[in-house]
């Protein structure tokens, strides 16, 4: 009976070793991609199935060698993979700007969740925190009537609430005017793209607001990469300091998230600070960080934060900046390859049935 509980152990350890293995594929197919989210969860079951494995008896020596070794495997790509957000990794931001109240941007993102109806805690927030942006994520007409609250807030607001994507409303509140401002739909994307440039007095700002549709069943990971990376070359090709912030329905150490902070070259205040998970706030184990706001030099980091729930399955996230130069923030080179990979990812997304060629 031992021996038989010790042969599933072992089946359920290899099954894992080759799940937490297969993202290492450059594809975009939806079952591997999803893969890359929950990577803690799976070093943590490695862990454990290996344990109970082995205090089990084993499963003859020759296969528990090789299990061991699959599952030394797995978990080193997950540690690769997992590393850059650990309190022990280094800080791409110190965390320790200063700056006077004029020179400081407070950004928050808020996914709501459409079929939420707590708009009371959406707007206790907004009127709590104060923020200078404020992205709320997932509305649709129903949440476009409830937000209209904020209009005595916020001077300056921006929407775009698809007919189609019902899940992927955007609203954009400002305290401070846009000089310009536009929801894109690139590669004929079904979700909008917010594309602005805002005129803080302070200095001006390319913002870019994001939300893809993630990779699940019937639905690759293409158009998810493109607008990520999308944002990314805006960012890297613009004259101004950037900040693209949102739902990027990724996980920072998935492949094309990672390429993203390096064209971009964007500041993560994750990276050694840990995970911060923002998703999913209705479960206590299957969690990892999905809202992001990142920023270019030029921007410096006071503070960030996952704050608490507004009754949605997204903790929104909130980051204090200030218009400084810091010469402490370490900003990742673009590695060989990930342009032609970026653009690799654009042709296919182009090349995706009804897509437009406006990317």
């Not at 031992?2 to 099954?15: D, E, F, K, Q, W």
């Not at 920023?295 to 200030?322: K, N």
């Not at 342009?339 to 990812?345: H, I, N, V």
């Amino acid at each position: 009976m031992r021996h038989a509980a010790a042969v599933i152990a072992g089946i359920i350890l290899a099954l894992l070793a080759m799940a937490s293995l297969l993202p290492l594929l450059e594809t975009d197919a939806w079952w591997v991609r999803y893969l890359d989210f929950p990577r803690l969860q799976f070093a943590a079951a490695i862990v454990l199935v290996w344990t109970l494995m082995v205090a089990l008896g084993g499963i003859g020596h020759g296969a528990a060698r090789w299990m061991t070794v699959l599952a030394i495997a797995a978990l080193a790509y997950h540690g690769w993979r997992l590393w850059p957000y650990q309190p022990l990794a280094a800080k791409m931001d110190p965390g320790e700007a200063s700056c006077a109240p004029e020179e400081r941007l407070s950004v928050i993102v808020a996914n709501v969740q459409r079929s939420n109806r707590q708009v009371g805690e959406v707007i206790a927030l907004a009127r709590d925190e104060n923020p200078d942006l404020f992205f709320v994520l997932e509305t649709n007409e129903w949440w476009d009537e409830a937000l209209a609250a904020l209009d005595a807030d916020y001077a300056h607001h921006e929407q775009d609430i698809p007919s189609d994507a019902t899940y992927y409303g955007m609203h954009v509140f400002s305290r401070h005017p846009f000089d310009s401002a536009q929801m894109r739909f690139p590669f004929g994307a079904d979700t909008p793209l917010f594309d602005g440039v805002l005129a803080h007095p302070a200095g001006k700002l390319r913002v870019f607001g994001v939300h893809p549709r993630p990779p699940q069943l019937g639905q690759p990971s293409t158009l998810r990469d493109a607008t990520m990376l999308e944002a990314a070359m805006g960012a890297r090709d613009g004259v101004l300091p950037a900040l693209v912030a949102g739902d990027f329905n990724a996980t920072p150490w998935e492949r094309t998230a990672r390429r993203t902070l390096r064209l971009g070259r964007l500041i993560d205040p994750r990276a050694g600070r840990g995970p911060m998970p923002s998703f999913d706030a209705n479960s206590w184990w299957m969690k990892w960080p999905l809202d992001q706001i990142l920023w270019q030099q030029g921007l410096a980091m006071a503070d960030f934060e996952v704050l608490g729930g507004i009754g949605s399955d997204h903790y929104p996230v909130r980051a204090d900046l200030c218009f400084t130069v810091n010469a402490d923030q370490r900003v990742e080179t673009a590695a060989e390859g990930d342009l032609d990979e970026a653009q690799a990812t654009f042709q296919k997304a182009r090349a995706l049935p009804d897509a437009a060629m406006d990317g």
